[in-house]
DNA sequence: TACAATATCGTACAATTGTACAACCTGTCA
DNA sequence: TGACAGGTTGTACAATTGTACGATATTGTA
């Protein structure tokens, strides 16, 4: 089983493959459907960026009619752990706290997520 | 009180900005110095990223001896609030509960920082 | 079967990013 | 005062990123 290093996903990327991940599979259009209102990318960078993603491995497709189906073929969890741990450590040196604190300050987080989070951690 | 948009921030240079808040103010010097073991960056990559920082307008420089005493002229908070926002649209769409759940999961937090948050947001 | 609609593919291109060398300044100490 | 250690500045350059046009291929349909 060669485990070969995944080349990096940029932002943009990041931010297309997510929306496969929530899709489950896509293609071009169903992704350009579900971008959101705000974000507003053309159909031609959409498949672009689907298209480097396959290249670099995160994606594979089939074909329907004659649209390509995108779906996973690396799952999330790979993803976020690499993309999270970079993040903290650029940002935050590594610590995760000081995140925490920044999303319970701003109210991205209320008391009801932090019970579910206990029982999260004693579970385990 | 003109407030134009400070232009991003690269990874790169987050990593070193975060640098400079800890120290408070640096010199290129100082930011090389403390620099973690595992990412080393050769000085004049620093100095670079340092200067681009400055221009771009997160940091500022006063001379002491020959050298660039770098500081933040923009406070952390106001970079960590984009930074943030911007990481948990591309990868969780907004939603910064998979996000702490990733960190519960992953035993980044524990029981104890779940109980200090709960502090800061009863505080509130 | 020819056409309109829809997709993909190849390609492009400017901006940004990461990385760094070489040349040039400037205190400091002998 | 002259040399040197240590700084800074200018510049470079390949890779990556974000964005997208134009040409070509395919399919369902009239």
Redo the contacts between chains.
């Keep these: 089983m060669t485990k070969r290093r995944l080349p990096a996903v940029s ?2 990327e ?2 297309i493959l ?1 929306l496969v991940w ?1 899709l489950d599979k896509a293609t071009v259009q169903e992704v350009c459907d579900s971008l ?1 209102a705000k974000r507003k990318i053309a159909y031609a960078t959409v498949q672009t960026l689907l298209r480097r993603l396959e290249k670099k491995g995160y994606l594979k497709h089939r074909i329907r009619g004659k649209a390509h189906v995108f779906f996973p073929s690396v799952k999330s969890e790979k993803v ?2 690499r ?2 741990n ?8 590594g610590d ?2 000081p ?13 009801d ?2 019970e ?3 029982k ?3 579970k ?1």
């Design positions: 932002p943009s990041t931010e997510r929530q959101p976020i752990k993309s999270v970079d993040f903290l450590d650029r940002l935050f040196g995760p706290v995140l925490m604190q920044y999303l319970a300050e701003h109210g991205k987080i209320d008391a997520d932090i579910k989070l206990k999260l951690i004693d385990k």
